[in-house]
């Protein structure tokens, strides 16, 4: 048996798990994580319907299963990925940024950094099975992790908070300057560009194209398999000097970020548009 955390809980292990894989003690109801046993591998499947939108409690669900990762010593890696047929996150809820409860917009924000924190700083590869769209937070997830495989083509990824009228912080750029040169990442923050699977191939915002998820889960443990013959300390010792400039930068300024979103948010002109775009997605086509 691997000594996993004593939290366990068997009976998430979902039906279509392998049988050597079990199922860890993240919140059974927003995230799902399971260990298959043989490989090591570790899956993080986001469960928040309909869009898996970015809330506190999803926040804190990942927060959670992250940590147990960085404690599970035989932890190999981790595919982060969703239960929705199509989306893989429609990033942050914007209910938790409209009309904000004052502690509780801080407790949000404070738990997005420490997921970002965690996962673009893991020890442990990680790899985003995109298995459906991946706006902004979405994006943001997935360009935290190391690799990142997509399904194609009918979904699309990118940054695009300048098309609801607000900023992405200086971390969100960094994790996008980690996959693409800095001109494509102005061209691509400035203009809020959502872009297609093959377009984000092309510019290497991705690093794969699958069929299907269950390709993209193929592909995503392939590309772990990669570091099967790598020390685990070098490998990771590589990585974090990589990084560290960015997650550096968080670290020493997390009370400050924390503000300035804050004084952001709550500006008349950012409400104003935050409930346009809310309008706006209620009232789209096709509803
Ligand atoms: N937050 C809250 N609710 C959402 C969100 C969201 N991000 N996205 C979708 N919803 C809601 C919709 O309003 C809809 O609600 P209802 O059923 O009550 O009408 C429901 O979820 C389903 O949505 P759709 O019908 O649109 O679902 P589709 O499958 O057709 O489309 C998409 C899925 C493509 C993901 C689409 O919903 C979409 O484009 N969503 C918006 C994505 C987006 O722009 N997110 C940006 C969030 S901001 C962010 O992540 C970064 C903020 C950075 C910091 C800011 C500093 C101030």
Redesign the pocket.
């Known amino acids: 048996m691997m000594n996993l955390s004593s939290r366990i809980r068997p009976s998430l292990l979902k039906a279509v798990a392998p049988a050597c894989a079990r199922a860890m003690s993240a919140d059974a109801k927003l995230v799902d994580l399971s260990i298959n046993e043989k490989t090591g591998i570790a899956t993080l499947t986001m469960n928040r319907p309909?869009?898996n939108?970015?809330?506190l409690e999803l926040l804190q669900g990942l927060s959670k299963a992250l940590q147990e990762l960085e404690d599970n010593r035989k932890c190999r890696g981790m595919i982060l990925t969703s239960s929705?047929p199509?989306?893989f996150?429609?990033?942050?809820?914007?209910?938790?940024?409209y009309k904000p409860k004052p502690d509780r917009v801080k407790a949000f924000w404070s738990t997005l950094q420490e997921v970002w924190l965690q996962l673009f700083g893991s020890s442990y590869p990680t790899v985003a099975a995109i298995n459906?769209?991946s706006?902004?937070?979405?994006?943001?997830l997935s360009l935290s992790c190391e690799y990142r495989v997509m399904v194609g083509p009918q979904y699309?990824i990118g940054?695009?908070?300048t098309?609801?009228g607000?900023?992405?912080?200086k971390w969100?750029m960094s994790s996008m300057l980690a996959a693409i040169p800095y001109r494509q990442t102005e061209l691509a923050l400035t203009t809020g560009r959502m872009f297609s699977t093959e377009e984000a191939l092309k510019i290497g915002l991705i690093d794969e194209v699958a069929t299907d998820k269950a390709d993209a889960i193929a592909k995503a443990e392939k590309f772990l398999g990669l570091f099967a013959k790598i020390h685990p300390v070098a490998r990771k010792l590589t990585k974090l000097n990589l990084r560290n400039d960015a997650l550096d930068w968080l670290q020493q300024n997390r009370e400050l970020d924390l503000n300035i979103?804050l004084s952001?948010?709550n500006q008349p002109i950012?409400q104003s548009s935050l409930e346009k775009?809310?309008e706006a997605?209620?009232n789209?086509q096709?509803?």
């Open positions: 309909p869009v939108s970015l809330n929705s199509t989306v996150s429609a990033g942050l809820d914007i209910m938790e940024m459906g769209h706006p902004a937070g979405g994006c943001l699309t940054l695009n908070e098309k609801l607000i900023v992405a912080p969100f979103f952001f948010v950012v775009y809310l997605l209620k789209k096709g509803k």
